[in-house]
Protein backbone atom coordinates (compact mmCIF):
# COMPACT_ATOMS: atom_id res chain seq x y z
CA UNK A 1 0.00 0.00 0.00
CA UNK A 2 1.55 3.44 -0.68
CA UNK A 3 0.74 6.02 1.60
CA UNK A 4 0.14 10.07 0.59
CA UNK A 5 -0.54 12.63 3.04
CA UNK A 6 0.13 16.55 4.40
CA UNK A 7 1.31 17.28 7.74
CA UNK A 8 1.33 20.78 9.08
CA UNK A 9 3.44 21.65 11.71
CA UNK A 10 2.05 24.23 13.95
CA UNK A 11 2.93 26.04 17.12
CA UNK A 12 4.27 29.42 18.83
CA UNK A 13 7.21 31.29 17.29
CA UNK A 14 10.36 29.84 18.27
CA UNK A 15 9.55 26.20 19.77
CA UNK A 16 11.59 24.63 16.61
CA UNK A 17 9.13 23.90 13.99
CA UNK A 18 11.46 24.31 10.96
CA UNK A 19 14.31 22.50 12.24
CA UNK A 20 11.61 19.37 13.36
CA UNK A 21 10.85 20.21 9.51
CA UNK A 22 14.55 19.80 8.45
CA UNK A 23 15.30 16.78 10.23
CA UNK A 24 11.55 15.00 9.37
CA UNK A 25 12.75 15.39 5.71
CA UNK A 26 16.77 14.64 6.11
CA UNK A 27 17.35 18.32 4.22
CA UNK A 28 17.76 21.94 4.80
CA UNK A 29 14.34 23.33 3.50
CA UNK A 30 13.66 26.40 6.23
CA UNK A 31 15.96 28.38 7.88
CA UNK A 32 16.25 28.70 11.64
CA UNK A 33 17.35 31.03 13.97
CA UNK A 34 17.11 31.61 17.66
CA UNK A 35 14.69 35.00 17.07
CA UNK A 36 11.15 33.99 17.55
CA UNK A 37 9.15 35.10 14.07
CA UNK A 38 11.65 33.69 11.81
CA UNK A 39 9.49 32.04 9.35
CA UNK A 40 7.12 34.25 7.11
CA UNK A 41 6.04 31.54 5.01
CA UNK A 42 4.42 28.22 4.86
CA UNK A 43 7.24 25.91 3.36
CA UNK A 44 6.40 22.52 1.79
CA UNK A 45 9.24 20.02 2.82
CA UNK A 46 8.97 16.48 0.51
CA UNK A 47 9.60 13.21 1.74
CA UNK A 48 9.48 10.42 -0.45
CA UNK A 49 9.87 6.63 -0.51
CA UNK A 50 9.39 3.27 -2.20
CA UNK A 51 5.82 3.35 -0.57
CA UNK A 52 5.12 6.61 0.85
CA UNK A 53 5.19 10.52 0.05
CA UNK A 54 5.03 12.74 2.70
CA UNK A 55 4.27 16.66 2.33
CA UNK A 56 5.44 18.55 5.77
CA UNK A 57 4.27 21.55 5.49
CA UNK A 58 6.44 24.53 8.20
CA UNK A 59 4.54 27.56 9.11
CA UNK A 60 5.15 30.87 10.10
CA UNK A 61 4.59 30.97 14.34
CA UNK A 62 1.32 31.83 15.97
CA UNK A 63 1.54 34.82 17.70
CA UNK A 64 -0.81 37.71 18.60
CA UNK A 65 0.25 39.92 15.26
CA UNK A 66 1.41 43.54 15.99
CA UNK A 67 1.76 44.39 12.14
CA UNK A 68 0.44 43.82 8.83
CA UNK A 69 3.47 40.91 7.99
CA UNK A 70 2.41 39.55 11.29
CA UNK A 71 -1.53 38.95 10.20
CA UNK A 72 -0.29 37.68 7.60
CA UNK A 73 2.03 35.34 8.84
CA UNK A 74 -0.28 33.59 11.39
CA UNK A 75 -3.49 33.75 8.55
CA UNK A 76 -1.18 31.60 6.67
CA UNK A 77 -0.29 29.03 9.46
CA UNK A 78 -3.61 29.15 10.30
CA UNK A 79 -4.37 28.58 6.65
CA UNK A 80 -2.48 25.16 6.70
CA UNK A 81 -4.69 23.63 8.97
CA UNK A 82 -7.54 22.44 6.06
CA UNK A 83 -4.97 21.52 3.97
CA UNK A 84 -4.14 18.40 6.01
CA UNK A 85 -4.25 14.71 6.80
CA UNK A 86 -2.62 15.47 10.14
CA UNK A 87 -1.40 18.43 12.22
CA UNK A 88 1.85 18.39 14.52
CA UNK A 89 1.20 20.71 17.83
CA UNK A 90 4.97 21.77 18.80
CA UNK A 91 5.33 22.82 22.38
CA UNK A 92 8.54 24.34 24.19
CA UNK A 93 8.92 20.83 27.33
CA UNK A 94 10.90 24.17 28.68
CA UNK A 95 7.58 26.54 28.97
CA UNK A 96 5.47 23.14 29.04
CA UNK A 97 1.68 23.76 27.61
CA UNK A 98 1.18 27.69 27.83
CA UNK A 99 -2.10 29.32 27.27
CA UNK A 100 -0.42 30.54 23.92
CA UNK A 101 -0.76 26.44 23.38
CA UNK A 102 -3.95 25.85 24.37
CA UNK A 103 -5.32 28.75 22.57
CA UNK A 104 -3.64 27.17 19.35
CA UNK A 105 -4.85 24.23 19.90
CA UNK A 106 -8.99 24.83 20.33
CA UNK A 107 -7.73 25.99 16.58
CA UNK A 108 -7.35 22.34 15.43
CA UNK A 109 -9.56 20.92 13.20
CA UNK A 110 -11.04 18.24 15.94
CA UNK A 111 -12.23 16.03 12.97
CA UNK A 112 -8.63 15.38 11.82
CA UNK A 113 -5.83 13.64 13.58
CA UNK A 114 -3.81 16.16 16.27
CA UNK A 115 -0.35 14.73 17.52
CA UNK A 116 1.42 17.14 20.41
CA UNK A 117 5.06 16.61 20.05
CA UNK A 118 7.04 18.22 22.97
CA UNK A 119 10.61 19.45 21.51
CA UNK A 120 13.59 20.77 23.15
CA UNK A 121 13.50 17.69 25.80
CA UNK A 122 17.27 17.71 26.13
CA UNK A 123 17.21 21.14 27.84
CA UNK A 124 15.22 20.25 30.98
CA UNK A 125 15.26 17.32 33.77
CA UNK A 126 13.82 14.33 32.19
CA UNK A 127 11.12 14.27 35.56
CA UNK A 128 9.53 17.60 34.38
CA UNK A 129 8.40 15.67 30.90
CA UNK A 130 6.10 13.50 33.06
CA UNK A 131 3.48 16.57 33.92
CA UNK A 132 3.71 17.55 30.47
CA UNK A 133 2.60 13.99 28.95
CA UNK A 134 -0.25 14.06 31.59
CA UNK A 135 -1.90 17.44 31.21
CA UNK A 136 -1.98 16.48 27.93
CA UNK A 137 -3.75 13.60 28.39
CA UNK A 138 -6.60 15.52 28.72
CA UNK A 139 -6.90 16.75 25.42
CA UNK A 140 -8.01 14.09 22.69
CA UNK A 141 -4.57 14.19 20.85
CA UNK A 142 -3.34 11.25 19.02
CA UNK A 143 -0.34 10.93 20.05
CA UNK A 144 1.98 12.67 22.92
CA UNK A 145 5.42 12.50 21.62
CA UNK A 146 8.42 14.22 23.28
CA UNK A 147 11.74 15.27 21.34
CA UNK A 148 14.56 16.58 20.52
CA UNK A 149 14.72 17.77 17.06
CA UNK A 150 18.00 19.10 17.78
CA UNK A 151 19.72 15.87 18.90
CA UNK A 152 17.49 14.02 16.91
CA UNK A 153 15.94 12.37 19.68
CA UNK A 154 12.71 10.81 18.71
CA UNK A 155 11.97 12.55 15.82
CA UNK A 156 11.72 8.18 13.91
CA UNK A 157 9.48 7.33 16.16
CA UNK A 158 7.85 10.72 15.15
CA UNK A 159 8.11 10.31 11.58
CA UNK A 160 6.87 6.00 11.98
CA UNK A 161 3.76 7.39 13.58
CA UNK A 162 3.13 10.29 11.29
CA UNK A 163 3.13 7.46 8.77
CA UNK A 164 1.21 5.35 10.51
CA UNK A 165 -1.86 7.36 10.48
CA UNK A 166 -1.54 9.24 7.13
CA UNK A 167 -4.08 7.41 3.91
CA UNK A 168 -3.77 5.80 1.12
CA UNK A 169 -2.69 7.77 -1.88
CA UNK A 170 -0.45 8.86 -4.27
CA UNK A 171 2.49 11.25 -5.28
CA UNK A 172 1.10 14.71 -4.38
CA UNK A 173 4.91 15.81 -6.27
CA UNK A 174 7.46 14.26 -8.00
CA UNK A 175 9.80 11.50 -5.92
CA UNK A 176 12.54 13.77 -6.45
CA UNK A 177 10.94 17.02 -5.57
CA UNK A 178 12.26 18.47 -2.25
CA UNK A 179 10.11 21.88 -1.58
CA UNK A 180 7.29 23.38 -3.64
CA UNK A 181 9.52 26.73 -3.56
CA UNK A 182 12.33 27.78 -5.95
CA UNK A 183 15.68 28.33 -6.21
CA UNK A 184 14.88 32.12 -5.55
CA UNK A 185 12.98 31.61 -2.76
CA UNK A 186 15.80 29.76 -1.27
CA UNK A 187 18.41 32.43 -1.96
CA UNK A 188 16.78 34.78 -0.54
CA UNK A 189 15.74 32.80 2.94
CA UNK A 190 19.88 31.86 2.50
CA UNK A 191 20.34 36.02 3.01
CA UNK A 192 17.72 36.59 5.14
CA UNK A 193 18.95 33.96 7.50
CA UNK A 194 22.43 35.30 7.54
CA UNK A 195 21.08 38.66 8.51
CA UNK A 196 19.17 37.19 11.60
CA UNK A 197 22.39 35.34 12.94
CA UNK A 198 24.54 38.70 12.57
CA UNK A 199 22.34 41.03 13.82
CA UNK A 200 20.17 41.85 17.37
CA UNK A 201 17.31 43.39 18.38
CA UNK A 202 14.50 44.54 16.18
CA UNK A 203 17.03 44.29 12.72
CA UNK A 204 15.58 40.90 12.19
CA UNK A 205 12.51 41.72 12.63
CA UNK A 206 12.93 44.70 10.05
CA UNK A 207 14.88 43.11 7.18
CA UNK A 208 13.21 41.62 4.04
CA UNK A 209 15.62 40.40 1.20
CA UNK A 210 14.51 40.35 -2.17
CA UNK A 211 16.18 38.99 -5.57
CA UNK A 212 16.48 41.22 -7.81
CA UNK A 213 18.52 39.40 -10.75
CA UNK A 214 19.60 35.79 -10.80
CA UNK A 215 21.77 35.52 -13.90
CA UNK A 216 24.27 32.97 -15.19
CA UNK A 217 27.50 35.29 -16.63
CA UNK A 218 30.99 33.94 -18.38
CA UNK A 219 33.31 34.04 -15.58
CA UNK A 220 37.32 35.59 -15.50
CA UNK A 221 37.93 31.42 -16.55
CA UNK A 222 35.73 29.92 -18.96
CA UNK A 223 33.43 28.62 -16.02
CA UNK A 224 30.18 30.59 -15.85
CA UNK A 225 29.77 32.45 -12.61
CA UNK A 226 25.61 32.88 -11.24
CA UNK A 227 25.38 36.60 -10.82
CA UNK A 228 22.99 37.38 -7.65
CA UNK A 229 21.90 41.05 -7.25
CA UNK A 230 20.03 41.57 -4.13
CA UNK A 231 18.64 44.19 -2.01
CA UNK A 232 18.01 43.60 1.66
CA UNK A 233 15.16 46.46 2.85
CA UNK A 234 15.14 47.74 6.43
CA UNK A 235 12.78 50.44 7.69
CA UNK A 236 14.85 52.85 9.24
CA UNK A 237 18.01 54.81 7.88
CA UNK A 238 19.42 54.48 11.50
CA UNK A 239 19.12 50.72 10.78
CA UNK A 240 20.48 50.29 7.23
CA UNK A 241 23.58 51.90 9.02
CA UNK A 242 23.60 48.97 11.20
CA UNK A 243 23.15 46.48 8.68
CA UNK A 244 25.96 48.03 6.46
CA UNK A 245 28.27 48.59 9.54
CA UNK A 246 31.89 50.01 10.46
CA UNK A 247 33.51 50.15 7.11
CA UNK A 248 30.83 48.22 5.16
CA UNK A 249 31.96 45.16 7.47
CA UNK A 250 28.44 44.25 8.58
CA UNK A 251 27.63 43.70 4.87
CA UNK A 252 30.53 42.04 3.51
CA UNK A 253 30.04 39.25 6.57
CA UNK A 254 27.08 38.90 5.52
CA UNK A 255 28.21 38.54 1.75
CA UNK A 256 30.47 36.07 2.48
CA UNK A 257 28.36 33.54 4.91
CA UNK A 258 25.71 33.79 2.57
CA UNK A 259 27.27 33.46 -0.46
CA UNK A 260 29.36 30.48 1.22
CA UNK A 261 25.87 28.80 1.81
CA UNK A 262 24.21 29.88 -1.27
CA UNK A 263 27.63 27.80 -3.61
CA UNK A 264 27.01 24.91 -1.51
CA UNK A 265 23.13 24.66 -2.12
CA UNK A 266 23.16 25.20 -5.72
CA UNK A 267 26.69 23.61 -6.62
CA UNK A 268 27.88 26.67 -8.30
CA UNK A 269 30.30 29.38 -8.03
CA UNK A 270 28.22 32.54 -7.11
CA UNK A 271 29.50 36.42 -7.33
CA UNK A 272 26.80 37.96 -4.44
CA UNK A 273 26.14 41.65 -4.93
CA UNK A 274 24.38 43.32 -1.99
CA UNK A 275 22.26 46.50 -1.49
CA UNK A 276 21.04 48.04 1.79
CA UNK A 277 17.95 50.03 1.25
CA UNK A 278 15.24 51.86 3.42
CA UNK A 279 11.48 51.03 2.97
CA UNK A 280 9.86 53.43 6.12
CA UNK A 281 7.86 50.85 7.97
CA UNK A 282 7.12 48.40 5.48
CA UNK A 283 5.47 45.61 7.56
CA UNK A 284 2.85 48.31 8.12
CA UNK A 285 2.71 48.48 3.68
CA UNK A 286 0.58 46.05 2.37
CA UNK A 287 1.91 47.11 -1.16
CA UNK A 288 5.54 46.18 0.12
CA UNK A 289 4.06 43.30 1.61
CA UNK A 290 2.65 42.23 -2.22
CA UNK A 291 6.23 43.06 -3.25
CA UNK A 292 8.49 40.94 -0.76
CA UNK A 293 6.22 37.82 -0.97
CA UNK A 294 4.51 37.77 2.28
N1 LIG B 1 17.92 22.87 22.84
C1 LIG B 1 17.17 22.73 21.73
N2 LIG B 1 17.01 23.77 20.91
C2 LIG B 1 16.24 23.60 19.81
C3 LIG B 1 15.59 22.37 19.52
N3 LIG B 1 14.88 22.53 18.38
C4 LIG B 1 15.10 23.80 17.98
N4 LIG B 1 15.91 24.45 18.82
C5 LIG B 1 16.40 25.85 18.72
O1 LIG B 1 15.32 26.73 18.88
C6 LIG B 1 15.51 27.92 18.08
C7 LIG B 1 14.31 28.13 17.19
O2 LIG B 1 14.25 27.11 16.22
P1 LIG B 1 13.36 27.25 14.90
O3 LIG B 1 13.35 25.94 14.23
O4 LIG B 1 13.79 28.43 14.10
O5 LIG B 1 11.93 27.55 15.57
P2 LIG B 1 10.55 27.90 14.83
O6 LIG B 1 9.47 27.29 15.65
O7 LIG B 1 10.60 27.52 13.41
O8 LIG B 1 10.52 29.49 15.00
P3 LIG B 1 9.66 30.57 14.13
O9 LIG B 1 9.92 30.33 12.69
O10 LIG B 1 10.24 31.85 14.58
O11 LIG B 1 8.24 30.40 14.53
C8 LIG B 1 16.80 27.70 17.32
O12 LIG B 1 17.84 28.35 18.00
C9 LIG B 1 16.97 26.17 17.35
O13 LIG B 1 18.32 25.78 17.25
C10 LIG B 1 15.79 21.29 20.43
O14 LIG B 1 15.29 20.16 20.27
N5 LIG B 1 16.58 21.53 21.51
MG1 LIG C 1 10.43 28.65 11.73
Request: charged share 30%.
Amino acid sequence: MFKAGKVTIIGRPNVGKSTLLNVLVQKKVCIVSEKPETTRDNIKGIISGEDFQIVFIDTPGMHKPRTLLGKSMVRRATSTLLEVDLTVLLIDAHAGITQEDKRIFHELPQNKTNFLVINKVDRVDKRLILPIIAEAQKYPFKEIIPISATKKDGTEILFQKILEYLPEGTFFFAGDQLSDKNERFFVQEIIREKVLQLTRQEIPHSIAVHIEEMKEKKGRSSNNILYIRSELYVERKSQRAIVIGKNARMLKKIGEYSRKEIENFLHKKVFLDLWVKVYENWRKDSRALKQFGY
